[in-house]
Structures are given as C-alpha cells and as structure tokens.
C-alpha cells in the first residue's frame, strides 16, 4: 500500500545496485543509484547500500550510510538485512538485477520476517509488468492494444497460430539464454524451421509466436508517478531504427520528430493510462510500436484502418537505461525523484532542481534535439556476428545535443571513438557498389550514408530499411553539404551552414582540401565560433542554476567564461571493453577533489550513462565529443578571467582513461596547459622506443623484444628471443590482435591476417614471460611514490590484467619481490617525471607461475636471483583498478594525485613514500563477461580483454574473499557438481593438480578422449564423452545443454586447431551460462577455495573490514 | 520549390535584430511577441485565435517536421501575425501531411523567419517581459522600428472582435453553417422535444474548434454565438449552458462580454476557457492584471484545490485574474504551481466554473478533457431539476 497514504516514512532504507557491467546493464545504474542515495539522504533517511560492483561511485564509503560490498544473492542480503534491520527496500534502482533480487528476496519471505516495507513500485505491480500472461490481462482491462500472441510448444500450434496472426511472425522462445532461437518467419516454411529451433533452445521448449512489428516507429516514454496518483511525462523518444531492433542497439533522438501532436498525446496518454493501471511510484518506460508512415507502410503487409494506431511492447517498472539518457536529455533528475516519491513525497511538494523556483511536477521541455549512439565491442570482436536484433549488445552508449537533428547526430558520431571519426567514413569493401546491404549492424549509419552518396534517394532508403524518410532525408543534407564542400570554394556562409550541420573541421579539411588546422584558422578569421547554450528542463522559460551546456553555431552565448581557480576534467566517453565505468569514477573524483581543494570544477564527457555527466557533479558540465576540436574550442570560451583578461584553465588527461589521455598531445601542440604529467612525459611512457631506453638506463629489465615488417623478419626475431612469443600490431587497428605465439607456423599464419588486416604495419613481438602477473596503481609527485597496494592476478601472466582475478594484498610475493616492484616503480616514477597516477603490470618469472593462495600457499623461494621482475608496461593515467585500490586500503587516490597536480608533494600531504602498510583484509577482484549476449564470440581467455564489468570479494581471509568473488561473477563451482574437462594437450603437466583437487572435492568428472586418459592414468574414475559433434552418444555439446555437467574446464594452449576444437564447447557453456574455465589457473584457485572453506564467508560493511 | 526564399529579419521594439531566412509570404507584420514551448503542435497554435495580433515563437528549434493538413486546423484560417522559428523542414514526413509549413504560410499570407536564434529571443522576452517586434524584409532596421512605432501596440485595441464570428451558426463538425437565431434545423428541435440532448451556446471570443469537438462529443448540440451576443440573445437559443471561450488580448475591452454574464448569471450553468474565465472573474468584480511574459506550452502544472491532484496543462495566456480582491463567492480551484496564479474559478452557490487554462487541449496534454465532462454533468443536473420543478408544476395545476 502506498506510503503517501498512510505517511509512514522509513528511518532506514536498504538500496540494492545492479552488480557487475554488463551488456544491457552499464554505469546508467552506478548514476541512478548514487543520485538516489544522495536524495534519501537529504531527508535524514539513513541508507544500508549493497551491490558487488567495487568500480561504482555508490560503493563509496560517504555515499551511503553502510556500504556493502557483497554478491548479490538471497542468503547474503538477508544477513544484511538480519543485521542492519532496514524497515524499508528500494528495489527499483538495482536494474533488473535489483528488481529481481529484490522479487526473490519477497518469496522467499524475507521482507515479511524482518518487516522490511518495499518503497515506492511494489512488488505486486513489478509482477504485473514483468509477467508477460498478467501484463497482457492488466492492458486488455484498460483497452491498450498489445501485440497478438501465444505461447507454443509444438510446430503444428505455431503454424496454426500464425495463420490466425497472419505473416509475418516473430518467434520468441520462452526462457532462453542469450535470446537465441528467435527470428522472423515470413512463411510457414520458415517457420517451421525457426520455430522447431526455437523450441528446442528453449529451456522449456515453448516458444511465443507474436505479430510481426519490424519497420513500425519504436517509441519510448519515461513517465513518473506519485503515490497521490499524480502522472507526468519526463521525455519521449524516438528511435531511428524501426521495430526489430533492440531500443539499446537504436539510434534514438529526442523528443521524437515524426510524431504530430494528436500521435504525440495519444501515445503519452496511453502511458500515463498503463502506469496508473500499474500503481507505478516512481519512474517507470513504456516502450510502443507505431504506425509507419507511408514509404515503410508500403513494404510491409497491408495495415487494415481496424488495426491500432499503436502497440504496446514492453513496460520497465524501474529506472533505466532510457530514464538515465532521459535524464540526461532534459535535465530532469528521474532517480532523485523517484527517491523522493519512494519516500511518499507527492511531485508538487518537490522542487524543480534546475530552476530551484518551479515544482517537479511538470514536463521538461526541450529546445534542442538529442542524438544517442549505441557503441558496440565489435572493434574487439572482430569474429562476433554483428547483426543487431530483438537482442542487445551495446556495452555503451554516446549522446550529443544540438539545435538540429544533422548536427547532434554528427557529433554523437565524432563521439564514439570507433575508429570511424565521422559519416564520411566507408569501409574499404564499399569502394565501388556501396556497402552489399542496409541490414541493421554496427556499422548500419554509415551504410545509409554510404548509400545515399551513391546516389540512392532517402525514401529508397526509408523502403529498404524501415527508418522514417524524416531521418534518411537528413542524411541526404549532409551527404548533399559533403558535395558542396567538395565542389564549391569554401566561403564564409558555406562553412557557417556546415559547422551549423554539425560538420567538423577535419570533415570540412578533408572536403575543402585543407588541414583542420588550416579550417580552424579560416573558421575563427570568420569569426565563426561555437555558442554554448544551457539544457535547462524548461526552454528558457525561467532563469535556471544549472551549468549544463551543448555547443551549438549560433548567435547567442550562455556560458561565461567560469573565471577563478578551476580546471578542466576530460571524461572517458562511451563504455567500451578496456575502458569501463571505473574511469567514470576517477573523473567524478578528480572533480569533487578540485572541488575540495577550491577550485572549480568543468567536465566535458560524451556518455549518458554516468555519475560525471550529472548535472551537480561537477561546477560546469559541457556535453560535448571528447575530440580535439570540441576540447579545444571549450578551453578557448573558459579562457578568460573575471576581468575579461586571458588566463587560460589547465586540463587534467589522467583520470579520462586512454580517450583523455590520447588528447594530452594535441593539447600540448596546441600549447595549451596541463594539469600533471604533461604531454612530453605521458609520450615518454607511452612511446616503445623512448621507454626501453629509459628503462635500460635505469636497470629496469623488459621482456626481451624487437620489431618485424614481414613474416622473414619476424621468424628471425621471435628465433632470437625464443618461443612462445607475443605479437601484437605496433597500432590499433580494428581489434588488438594481440597473440601469444607457439611456433614458426603459427607466426607466419599471424602475420598474414595481420597484413590482410593493415598491409605494411609494424608487428611488435615480445618474449611469452610464463609468470605470475602483478599489477601496480602509484601516485607519484616526480620525487616519490606512494603505491597503496599490490595486486597479485591468479592467471599467470598472458591473460589480460583486466580479464584476471586480482588479489590485494600480493599474497604469495616473497619480501624481494614486493621490494624490488617497489623499488622499479620508484625508480619509473622517478625517471618519467610522473606527476600524478601512473599504473604498471609486472611479471615475475621464476618460483612457479601458478603460486597458491590459500591455507595451502605455495611457498615462493625467497631471496634474489630465482626469480626475475620485468616490467611489462606503464600507463601515465590512473587505472581500472584505482576505485578496486582505493577502497580497499581507504588511500583516496584520485584525490592525492589531484594535489600532486595542484603542487602538494606526497610528504605534504602526509603520507609516508613507498608501499603502503597493508590492510588486515583481503580482497579479489573478478571480472564479468556478457558472452552470452555476444554470438560468434570466442570466450577463452588471452592477452586481448574481453571483460565487460567486475566484481569484488572482500574478506578476513583469501578463502572468504576469493569465494565471495566467484559467486558474484557466477564461477563458483557448487559442491559435488558434474565437471566436464578438455585440457589442451599442452597444458596436461600443469593440469594434474586441478583434477586431483575436483576428484579430492568430490566433483564427479567428465572429459574428451585424451584428457579421459590422463584422468585415469592418475587412477581417477572419469566419464568419457564424445567430442566430434558428428559422433555417436552423447557429445561434450549435449551433456553441456542437457544439464548433465555444471561446470566446464577447456584450455585452448597451443595452435589454432586447439582452439577451433574447444569452440563450441565454450560457447554451449556460456549459452547455458556455467561456469567455463579456460585458465587452469583460475580453476585451480576455485576448485581449491570451495574445497577449502565452502560458503565459510563473512557478510560485513566495508567499514568493518577496513577497521578490523 | 520554386518560390527563392530572401532575407527576413525579426526587429524587437528594443532595437534588437533577429536576421534570417523568409519563411511563408513576403510581407511585413508587426505584432506582440511571444514564445510557446510546446515541442509539438504548431498548426494547432497557428490557427489557435488566441494568438490574434501576435508574432510567435516556438521554442522548439525544429518547426514542420511532420508538415501540415487539413484536420490539424482550430479556426478558420491561420490568426498569428507573423512566425518566426530557429530552422523549418522543407521535407515533412507524415501519412497526413499535404503543405510543408512554408507553403501553408505562403498561402494564407502570413509571413515568417526561419534560422533566427529563437532560445536568444525567448530569454530576452523572459528577462524584458513580451515585447512588440517587427516581422520585415526591409534589412534597414531603423525603418522597421519607425514602421512598428506606427503600428498599434498590442493591447490598446481588442481583437477579440476581429477573431470572432461574424453571426451565430450551429456548429456540425464541418464549416460553420450561418443561421438566423430564430429558426433551428428540425433535427435539432426533435432531439429537444426528446430531451434527450443538451444545447449549449458558446460565445466566440476566438473560439477552438475542439471545444466545439469536445461538446459534440459529449451529445451536445453547440451554437456559437458573435462575442458580443446580448444575455436575451443567447437565452432566445434556449440553450441548457453557456461556454465562453478562449480568445486574445486583454479582458478589458469586453464589457459587453462582462454584462452578457452578469445577465446569464443564476439563470444558465456556465463555463468560461481562459478569456471566458477572466471575462467571468470582471463580471463578478474581480481583476485582471499582465503577466511579465504571460503562460504559453504544454507543461504547466495546475493543482485541483478540492482533489490536492496535479494536472499538466495546455495554457496559452497573457492575463491573469488576480487572486487578491477576489469576491467572497468565487473560489479558486485551480491554482498554477509555478507561479501560485489563479488558474481555476467556482461560485460559491451558482453553476458556475472557470477555468484558466485549456481543458480542450490541441495542442497539448488531454489530462483535462473531464472538465467538460463536469460541465455537461453540472448542465444536465440543472436541466433534470429544472424539467422536474416543471413536470411537478404542471401536476399541480
Ligand atoms: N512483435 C514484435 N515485432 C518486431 N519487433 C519486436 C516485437 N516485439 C519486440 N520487438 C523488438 O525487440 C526489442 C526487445 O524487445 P523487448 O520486449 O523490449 O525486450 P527487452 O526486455 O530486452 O527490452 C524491442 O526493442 C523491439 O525492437
Ligand atoms: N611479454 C609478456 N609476457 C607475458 N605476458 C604478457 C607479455 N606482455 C603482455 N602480456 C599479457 O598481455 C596482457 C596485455 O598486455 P598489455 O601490454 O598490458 O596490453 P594493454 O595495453 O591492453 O593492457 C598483460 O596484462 C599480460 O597478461
Ligand atoms: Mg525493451
Ligand atoms: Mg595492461
């Protein structure tokens, strides 16, 4: 029952986050969640705050009362809510994740026997939108149409379904991994076969046969609601491609641009209807299908005038991905709110926060146009099947704003760091014919594009593809401005219409046959410069506080120079693999330290989805690409003081990931000021050549390495330092294509799809360090360094530092080691001049790659010489593994670099130089992958990263930790379970120990052939099963789908054929989503850790166990 | 197209220049310039009456995006004065779409800019209040503003004359069909006798036809009548309740308007849309003053004082009743929560509701479309009791 009505108000609240990043679940929760907390808070609402996601800002030990930094299960939350007796729950903020948990923990009763109220949605109602049989009755009864459906079982009902729903259908198995089995019949023939496939891979072989939508306008609202019953509208949106596919894989602007004001309040009112059914408190997304305009209309089957003008698709009873780009695209702080509502507050008793004089009971209004881009991972998949569908696979997303449709979409597209730069962009193959299809993938804008150019007409176009001729058409002025460009001489008013399309100057420099420089030159001659302009919920109807602005060319500028002490953050742009949420953090953090040290605060960042572009993060937040020019022009409309005279702000590269740190070179050609190791020192650690003469001069030892142009020299490198080698291209290309290499053979194939891939570049080639890996975060001020811990990864060496499972403190280095890493990165810090953060990956060779952990830790040899430190590499910017850092030895290290920045040494800030002192704790780190959402993709773990999110396990003791790290990134391996092994044959020696831990814990074991034989050569009972698929009896692949085994070990060691083999293994496993080991050594440290203390875990603030 | 599109220029009685692109005809307008911060509707608005004697600016930068057609029309012809909007799509998309918005310009002569830095413009006017500006092609903007000097200052004249009905007319969804007051379609009387359907009579100050829309809807018969119908007129119409409508400029110039009520007043139910509310508040004796920069969007936020709820409201006003000196027996029901004006009126003991803001929506949010269903409730009560008071009368004989 709802809070406003009896006015209860909870004194202690438990809010639940969304766990690890993945696919379908970003930073948009970290942003939600933390705002929330903030706004309980403010009304003296003490708040318990549990997620197992340590690279968020709302496990901050000031962010929430007691934090909680545990997996996120039904047995811990209620020995979180046993201790901390919470008397309310928020389940809407966690993502589905939360909203899930937070279902569970309510049947199981948990709620009920502590007395924990549920805020704001309750339950009942999240069960109406999420059931799909229960959702359909609720809008039969308030008379909103939802597509025609049913569930099946067999092909005959499906067939029969279908000639009552008519072709074309959708087919949407029931319960499936990974949404696979689906499609689109358009004939029974079809059907058949998508539906028998369906029903199969369906966990319980049913599958929903739906009315087709593909090519109806997809449509969003994010509505809110109160407990009074009163309902607004934040914002609708619009995506550009049609039904069919996801909305988180759309392109989408805001407000929507095809809809005339009767479609636009007929679908708003039917939302408003369907939360009002729902008894939504709080936000809440109601995703519609609408009627296509005329050009799709025509390609599809007829529309009777019977039919509804709409359908509803889906509702989310939660904040979201949507509500969080909403946010960002009115202004409106949605979370807050819907905080504030959980507490029983109605919407006119709360504040607009923007114009601190109007109420939040209203309807943000836009007068701009708002562009997202999804950003795919495909640049590191290069295998993966890049088609988009009803199932998402962005990791993140862009979003830019501008006063027309053409500009905010170029510069989301400058945003996305995707190596396309801008839609002049065509891949290579197009050359002639143009790209082979428009289907939707990744690359799916830049085909429209292309095509156009070539001559296709928008609404040819719009009938292909289904997006609204409103959104080709705009294509064709862009690609009609690319011709005049080409062709007229470039005059004032053509480069004013193109900087107002939203063209950049390296466009306009490629088109116009000048250097950017040379257009930027000529531009500012012109006297053509961006004018910034405020989102400010309202339209300019009332004088707003908040200092959120776009770039735009036009007359007027809002955003006076900020003046005073202050600096520039860059942010780190869209979520990507290799450059997650953790960089959000330190950007965030790097703006409150300025902010604690006096100076303001100006963030520039791309991405939607996070903490740093909310609009009180920071003192100015500029929502703009993070490229040269847009960085630029913002450094030149801050760069006066408050007398009007020059007095340019410096700009902090560190803590934006590599996006920031790539721009610390043109800043420093641009001659303008940067806060921390300058250009000269980042170029210095970064440059391959500058670095090992460094190094060399300072006795730090390398891998033994060298260059090769052509598979000859190559073979003569990698004969000189000795296999297995490690190449990699010299230059992003596309994918690292990073490789650890066996043999002669092995190189020659490497080098020849490395040439396929860029002919004439240079391949670096390393020495293969078989070692323990170990991963440093420092802050130096250029004399010392402060190294708040050490990390030691459980992989050896060769799996990506970010795909590794990391251990605070380095358990298993002996004294010399741990020194002699202290001493090299002294000695780094030192030589490069470092000012501020800097991140280094040792490995130490010799003593055994694989060192145990637990009770039964593998004693390193002590003393020097047995074993060997080489450094690996050094990055001059903070880390992925600075918020992990941070929080576990409570070393604020953003903070301490930002006054290194500012000019106060270590010393002075009072910490001691060195290593510091370690904590009586240990934690894991574990990284999350979202294979199963990615088809095609490999899963086994190498030297290129793979991981999306992480996962922290924190504990007294290795045992507790390690475990707790493996239950919230889904590896742990249940007691007695059924293990299925398939060991390269490389790896045999090394695997002897791991399969007599799995026999000694009582794991019953399944192998292939070979692997079979080694097992019983130790005298160990093992199930042989069938590995060629083809073969009879039950394969590896049916006893992986069937069930029969819930855990898989397959190492991929050795040549490419290993690899192909283990394949579809690996890819059943994730299918299933069972825990896949593809390093022995992770294994190991599970099968040993669940031997050792099964489920013997403590459940603890992270307050406590940085104080015990 | 054809038709080469020139140079146009926005000039604000400040002296302030807006250059941009010709949008619709090329001709010269002056008026009172006001923003509107609907993000759609603009057919809506431009043909909303309310707007005579005004040049709008939406603030919405992409105007005409869907286009123009017949049905999205609330009067007969477009009543603002001039348009000026920050970019016009040329390439509309919609099933329904027959004119691009220049086109629909051009052809009902009203002029326009197109390119101007609208959001500029509108902070100017919040910051100033609404001031008078210039729609011209002349690029001497020194003539422009003599040529604006010359021209009558919104607010000194009424144009609620120039925006109503010429005569009363039955309105049957379509074009408006002129009768005379006396003779009624046969159709209409047999209903009558039925007694099964109500008459209103709405009063024209510059009246949307989806008021109109919404009554029929509700099994009304509607007759609209000229803004300055007499009480003895409208009653010759035997209507069962009285609409006054919404219309433009300020309530002052209506003193035949406030007498028509005075004489209505306790004999007819009556509602009265924005203009028809302030109209109402005079009629009683309370006052009206200018609002800085006046309510203009889909977005304000009105609280129903008896149901505490809060409705997201269509509004579209430069005045304002005052809420000080209100008369003991009006109520306010309505109030604006972003400025705490008077958005709402209810007579203590006469059937008598106002409202500030537009229930009939178009554009805008249909939150408030149930007024007219209180309205036709509050008509059809009174016409029950007053046929029972009847019949028991006759039994009595
Ligand atoms: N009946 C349908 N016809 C065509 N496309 C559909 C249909 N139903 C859903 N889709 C597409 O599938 C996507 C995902 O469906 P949805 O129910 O929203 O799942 P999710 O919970 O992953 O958001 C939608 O965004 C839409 O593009
Ligand atoms: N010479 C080497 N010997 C063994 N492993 C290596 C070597 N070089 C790199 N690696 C492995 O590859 C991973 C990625 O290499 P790195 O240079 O850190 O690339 P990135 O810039 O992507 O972090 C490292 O974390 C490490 O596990
Ligand atoms: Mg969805
Ligand atoms: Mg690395």
Redesign the pocket.
Known sequence: MSLAADGYTPKKVLVIGSGPIII?QAAEFDYAGTQACKSLREEGVQVVLVNSNPATIMTDEDVADFVYIEPLTVPVVERIIERERPDGILATLGGQTGLNLAVELSEAGVLEKYNVRVLGTQIESIRKAEDREKFRALLDELGEPV?P?EAVETVKEALEVAEQIGYPV?V?PAYTLG?TGGG?ANDPVELRRIAANGISASLVNQVLI?????G?K?IEYEVMRDGAGNTITICNME?L????????D?IVVAPSQTLSDKDYQRLRTASLNIIRGLEIEGGCNV?L?YRPGTEVAETLPPIGDEEPMY?V??V?PRVSRSSALASKATGYPIARIAAKIALGKTLDELPNAITKKTTAAFEPALDYCVVKIPRWPFDKFPTGDRRL????KATGEVMAIDRTFEAALQKAVRSLENGRGSLLWEDRSWSEAGPPDLEPDDDRIWKLAAAIRRGKTPEDVSRITGVDPWFTRALARIVNMEKRLLSEDLSMSLMKSAKQLGFSDIQIGTLADRLPEQVRELRKDWGILPVYKMVDTCAGEFEATTPYFYSTYEQENEAEPLGGNRAIVLGSGPIRIGQGIEFDYCSVHAAWALQASGSKSIMINSNPETVSTDFDTSDRLYFEPLDEESVRNIVENEATDNDGDLDVPPSMVQFGGQTAINLSQALGVAGLPILGSDASVIDMASDRGRFEQMAARHGIPQPPAGTARNAEQALQVAGNIGYPVLVRPSYVLGGRAMEIVQSPTEIVRYFESAMRAAPGQTILIDRYLEGVEVEVDAVSDGENVLIPGIMQHIERAGVHSGDSMAVYPALSLNESEVNTIVDYTARIGRALGMRGLMNIQYVITGGGAYRGFGAGRTPSPNGSGETQVYVLEVNPRSSRTIPFISKVTRIPMVRIAVEVMQGRSIIDQGYTPGLAPRRNLVAVKAPVFSMSKLTGVDTFLGPEMKSTGEVMGIDREYEGAVAKALIASGLYIQDNSNVLLSIADRDKADALGLVRALAKAGHTLYATGGTAEMIRALGIDVHEVEKRLAGEGPTVVDIIEDGTVSAVVNTVTGDRRTLQDGFHIRRAAVERRIPCFTALDTARAAVETVHAGSQAYNVLPLADYLEG | MSDQRGDMYLVLEDGSVYPGRRLGAEAEATGEVVFNTSMTGYQEMLTDPSYGGQILVPTYPLIGNYGTNPADVESRQVQVNAFVVRSDCDEPSHPLSEWTIHDYLLHNGIPGVSGVDTRAITRKLRSRGVMMGIVTPRSDPAAALQALSAAPRYGEVDVVDAVSTEQAYEWNGGAPAPISSAARSSATQANEAAGRRLRIVVSDYGVKQNILRCLTKRGCDVTVVPDDASADEILRHRPDGVLLSPGPGDPVFLDSAVETVRGLSGKLPIMGICLGHQVVARAFGANTFKLKFGHRGGNQPVKDMQTGRVYVTAQNHGYAVDSNGLPADLRVSHMNLNDNTVEGLRHANLPIMTIQYHSEASPGPHDSEYLFDRFVEMVREMKDRTSAAASNGGASL
């Open positions: 379908g597509p459906s959708v949407r949404g689109v739906e009315k087709s939508l593909i109806w997809e995506n491609d049609p039904m069919g596919v996801h909305t988180g759309s995703q299908a359908y698709i889906e989310n569908g009803t199932q998402m």
